[in-house]
């Protein structure tokens, strides 16, 4: 039979030579595939940060004024930095290679013969072919086209298919939903229109992350308490405590150092990275790094049936004449196949009916109707072997047939046992006609059978138990997705919509999408109206598909997941790509994002606690004009045990606590109190050194003093932060506790930290108070727990 898709013949596109030519004089789609920054951007966006500058300037000024163990913490800050700019070349090094593998390319027609190409070989001037699914990489004019139909929403707004014919124009970026045909390629490279809009908006920062956001606003608000404290520290070690400048100097710079948070936003950096490292080990290309956050915050998932829950593959299983055809199945069998291979790029349902009835030779095909997502049908206008001609229509029966025709009860049936039916009708009718459905005639039932994923029931077990409601939207009949879905043990499977019976308004359609599970017959608009439904009613929806039809609802979700066998123009928009098409590696992206999300809630309490206890420390010694307590190296020490290292512990953990909004708040309810509890205690221990001890050694006895109280309580807000305890956990906080006392305990140690202990009565009292202070700490936290909520 011939193909009126694909006349290569009047169309052979360019030569070899013509291409060689266009590659030479630069007409290349140069445009780089990115998945992540650059390794410039990377290196720049590490080192050149606000906070940064500021150690760096405050490192500098105590080179100068000495001595070098007072200027650790720049040591720590570029170990920092260095160790962010490895996670991140890490991640972009998996990314980029994941990007390879799931880079769509291209068919263009090259001296005659089509050819798959890399989207960065596509030159001015080339064939291209577009078939269901696929996106338009390049601007260009339509040569071919067979029912060609491009959605061009993504880049306008409109939200109807366009028909294209020969002339037309074609905008990159839109994508094929039905028939197909062949453009050429009129603007490359930069000059595409896609490429221009591309370039206003980075792939790395689209997806909204509350987690940078949060720390962002966090660090905004350090940065304006730090320059008024810094002012009234350095007067008040020089005017009021007549110390020379060195020392002034040298106490202010203590006193701004541990204000600075810096390390947050370096492990902050460092999970993401890992994370991002971690999926793609499991096939898992995540496009945008904050999208591992969002799908951690993830409580609803819309899941469309073919490819997530079934797989893509599916077989004929029986093939039901009706009574009143009065038609032979041979016949039946025959236009069948001449149906199948009338379309040069079959969707799923129409691939089995071809691999069931391969034999159409014979008739000829002078029309085609090419399925639509919309339609929910196809069609071919056929010439039979003898003189026998005809127009057919294949598609879904509750649409083809008017409501209550008596095939429909059969079909319902069928439908209840899980299975996919199609009706083979005959119409009088033009297929380019609106009405071509009117007064079909119906001829067959062709029966299907979906293939279950195996994984799928686990899947969605996980879902359930994570408190993550499922919603199964599809295009296909709702009570044959419902038996689906009940197959899999989802819960309300039992209770499909049909969702052309569905609210158009998006408060009433909220309400009937939280009462059901399962909806049926749904179009692309209302799946993309469906997920703004949800997220009006404060949901964060994740949508997964792999099909065309899934793209307007993939772009409008707030986590777009897509199979890495689906259409080119899914991939395109969505924040998570599955390479390996398995709907079970979700769990361990939501089990990522969960890990980050709550591991840096953990860790960030830690680092705001002692940056509250250090302005309120400032605040006190502004006012009491007393001496600051401590030296830079003082507070290095404790930041490195308390803080440093046991925060890349405990932030690379296994956490599986459900990521929950207001990541500031959730922040500051603790570390708030904790700070107030130890910036107290460790400044009452001060004060009473500073009567207990004189002398020439009294201010290293005080400071000792004050440091070995603050090191107990950080050391006990650590202990609380690592709850729930498991061994390692245990090992974490002792082995911090260990490294204090082996400074306290080697005569070297305490001399480059200038800490000595002095005496027994006033060590015991900082014992003492820090106890104290410790039982403090356990009741604020149960008293804010239980009066703030999460």
């Given amino acids: 039979m011939s193909d009126p898709a694909v006349p290569a013949v009047s169309h052979p596109g360019l030569t070899a030579t013509e291409v060689a030519a266009r590659v030479a004089r630069g007409e290349v789609n140069d445009v780089p595939v990115r998945s992540s920054r650059s390794i410039t951007e990377i290196v720049r966006a590490n ?12 490192f500098l000024i105590i080179l100068v ?27 972009k090094k998996t990314l980029d290679s994941l990007a390879v593998i799931g880079e769509a390319k291209p068919t263009v027609r090259r001296d005659g013969a089509p050819t798959s190409v890399r989207t960065g070989e596509i030159v001015l001037g080339d064939l291209i072919e577009l078939g269901p699914g696929e996106k338009c990489v390049v601007d260009g004019e339509v040569r071919e086209a067979d029912g060609l139909e491009i959605d061009e929403s993504l880049l306008t707004g409109e939200a109807d298919p366009v028909l294209k014919k020969p002339g037309d124009a074609v905008m990159s970026g839109s994508f094929v939903v039905a028939g197909g045909g062949a453009y050429t390629a009129t603007k490359v490279g930069r000059e595409a229109y896609a490429a221009q809009l591309a370039e206003e908006a980075s792939r790395f920062t689209l997806v909204h992350s509350e987690l940078r956001t949060g720390i962002s606003q966090i660090l905004k608000y350090v940065t304006w308490m730090m320059v008024p404290v810094a002012i009234g520290l350095i007067l008040s070690q020089l005017v009021v ?31 993401f990275a890992i994370g991002v490292v971690r999926l793609g080990r499991k096939q898992c290309l995540v496009q945008e790094l904050p999208a591992i956050e969002g799908l951690a915050r ?3 998932v819309c899941l469309d049936k073919t490819g997530t829950l079934t797989e893509g593959g599916m077989d004929v299983t029986e093939l039901r004449l009706l009574p009143a055809a009065r038609a032979d199945e041979g016949y039946v069998r025959q236009v069948l196949g001449a ?6 790029r079959p969707n799923a349902s129409l691939q089995a009916i071809i691999d069931a009835y391969p034999d159409g030779s014979g008739w000829h095909c002078t029309e085609t109707l090419p399925f639509s997502s919309a339609r929910k049908y196809s069609g071919a206008s056929l010439d039979g072997p003898d003189a026998e001609s005809g127009s057919w229509l294949l598609g879904a029966p509750d649409v083809l047939l008017p409501e209550g025709h008596t095939a429909l009860g059969e079909v319902e049936d069928l439908n209840a046992q899980g299975l996919r039916v199609l009706l083979l009708a005959r119409t009088e009718r033009e297929l380019g006609d609106p009405g071509v459905t009117q007064g079909v005639r119906p001829t067959a039932l062709v029966v299907l059978e979906q293939r279950l994923r195996t994984d799928a029931a686990d899947t969605l077990r996980y879902f359930a138990e994570q408190h993550v409601s499922a919603k199964v939207i599809s295009g296909d009949n709702a009570v044959s997705v419902g038996a689906v879905a009940a197959k899999l043990a989802l819960t309300g499977a039992e209770s499909p919509v049909d969702a052309r019976r569905l609210p158009a308004g998006r408060g009433e359609m909220a309400e009937a999408l939280d009462r059901g599970a399962v909806f049926g017959r749904v179009t692309p608009q209302q799946k993309r109206d469906m997920v703004g439904a949800l997220q009006s009613r404060g949901h964060t929806v994740a949508m997964t598909g792999d099909g065309v039809n899934d793209v307007l609802a993939l772009k409008d979700a707030d986590i777009g997941v897509s199979m890495g066998s689906g259409s080119e123009a899914t991939r395109a928009v969505a924040q998570i790509v599955l390479l390996d098409n398995s709907f079970a590696s979700l769990p361990s992206v939501v089990a990522e994002g969960r890990r980050v999300i709550g591991n840096i809630t953990r860790v960030a309490t830690l680092f705001l606690t002692k940056t509250v206890y250090s302005v309120l420390l400032a605040i006190l010694v502004v006012c009491t004009r007393v001496p600051y307590p401590f030296l830079p190296r003082h507070l290095t020490l404790l930041s490195t045990l308390t803080i440093g290292v046991p925060a890349f512990f405990l932030a690379l953990a296994p956490n599986k606590e459900r990521a929950r909004p207001h990541f500031v708040r959730r922040v500051m309810r603790y570390a708030l109190p904790a700070g107030l509890i130890a910036g107290l205690a460790t400044f009452g221990v001060y004060v009473l050194a500073r009567g207990y001890y004189s002398g020439a050694d009294a201010l290293g006895a005080q400071t000792s003093a004050a440091t070995l109280t603050l090191f107990l309580v950080s050391i006990w807000v650590l202990a609380i932060i690592a709850r729930p305890y498991t061994w390692w956990r245990v090992v974490l906080v002792l082995a911090m506790g260990a490294g204090f006392l082996v400074v306290l305990a080697i005569p070297w140690l305490q001399q480059f930290f200038a800490l000595k202990l002095v005496g027994t009565t006033l060590p015991w009292a900082a014992v003492g108070i820090a106890v104290v202070a410790g039982v403090v700490l356990e009741f604020a936290w149960r008293w804010v727990g239980r009066k703030f909520p999460a």
């Fill in 47 to 58: 080192v050149f940060t606000r906070f940064n500058a500021i150690i760096g300037v405050l």
């Fill in 65 to 91: 004024v000495g001595p070098i163990q007072d200027g650790l913490f720049g040591f720590v800050i570029v170990a920092n930095t260095a160790i962010g700019i490895v996670q991140e070349l890490r991640a």
């Fill in 241 to 271: 405590q007549r110390h020379d400048w060195k020392e002034a100097v040298r106490r202010m710079v203590a006193g701004i150092v541990p204000m600075v948070p810096e390390g947050l936003v370096l492990l902050t950096s460092v999970a």
């Fill in 298 to 300: 993830v409580d609803v």
């Fill in 339 to 344: 149906l199948g291979a009338s379309d040069p």
